[in-house]
């Protein structure tokens, strides 16, 4: 595997489910972002972890959880989702710190909240 | 406060013919980011160039080219003799030195490259 890999890529939930998606990246950097993309807005930022510390929480509601059990994995937790949730969430990452690494990014979890 | 604003909500031309995608920002520090990415049918952002606001050289790879201009706060993205496998969304975004990280998105502009 190479890149930015997540895991699934389509996932259908109901609101009272609990689900996670999984993020990846092989590219030995420390730095990973979680963004959302869904069809009225812009790509927004979420979280941002820096060698596993979040240092970044875009007031995002506590319905979505995530978790950095390392530099390389990444997991956004989902819990009592509402429908305007549903969206493309990609996970990117960096190297190292500073606005001139950029970001490699993902292929999303289009996810649907019925 | 950032922004990146891409006012072409999208565009479509036949194949061959040159496209220029429009990019303006907003930013109150004196040292940012800009970034180009390309984002196809299969969802995933695609880095094409950054560029740091101390150098305005413009640069040009391949087919593509990037002028940027600090006096109009623009960073626009052509494309020469475009391709049907140019056709994807395509983001411009910006970060300044002070929040580095935070990658701050235009609503992207939709291109079509029709055959």
């Known amino acids: 595997e190479t890149g930015v890999t997540q895991t699934p890529r389509h996932l259908v939930m109901g609101m009272t489910n609990k689900k996670s998606l999984k993020c990846e990246q092989h590219?030995?950097?420390?730095?990973m972002y979680w963004y959302k993309q869904s069809a009225k807005k812009p790509l927004e930022l979420m979280f941002v972890?820096?060698?596993?510390?979040?240092?970044e929480n875009n007031s995002v509601p506590s319905r979505f959880s995530p978790e950095c059990p390392n530099s390389s994995h990444l997991f956004l937790h989902l819990h009592t989702l509402q429908p305007e949730d549903s969206a493309l969430y990609l996970c990117?990452?960096?190297?190292?710190?500073?606005?001139?690494?950029?970001?490699?990014f993902g292929p999303g979890t289009r996810l649907t909240v019925l | 406060a950032q922004k990146v604003t891409q006012a072409q909500t999208e565009i479509s031309v036949v194949e061959k013919e040159d496209v220029t995608l429009d990019c303006v920002y907003e930013t109150r520090d004196t040292t940012y980011y800009l970034f180009w990415y390309k984002q196809p049918p299969s969802g995933e952002l695609v880095f094409l160039i950054r560029r740091n606001s101390f150098d305005e050289q413009n640069e040009i790879s391949g087919r593509y080219s990037w002028n940027f201009q600090k006096s109009t706060s623009s960073f626009n993205f052509t494309i020469t003799a475009s391709q049907v496998v140019d056709s994807a969304v395509y983001f411009c975004?910006?970060?300044?030195?002070?929040?580095?990280?935070?990658?701050?998105f235009g609503q992207g502009t939709r291109l079509t490259i029709n055959p």
């Open positions: 590219l030995g950097h420390n730095a």
């Open positions: 975004a910006l970060s300044e030195a002070k929040m580095a990280q935070k990658l701050v």
């Open positions: 990117a990452s960096s190297q190292d710190k500073g606005g001139y690494n950029e970001q490699f």
């Open positions: 972890y820096n060698f596993k510390e979040q240092t």
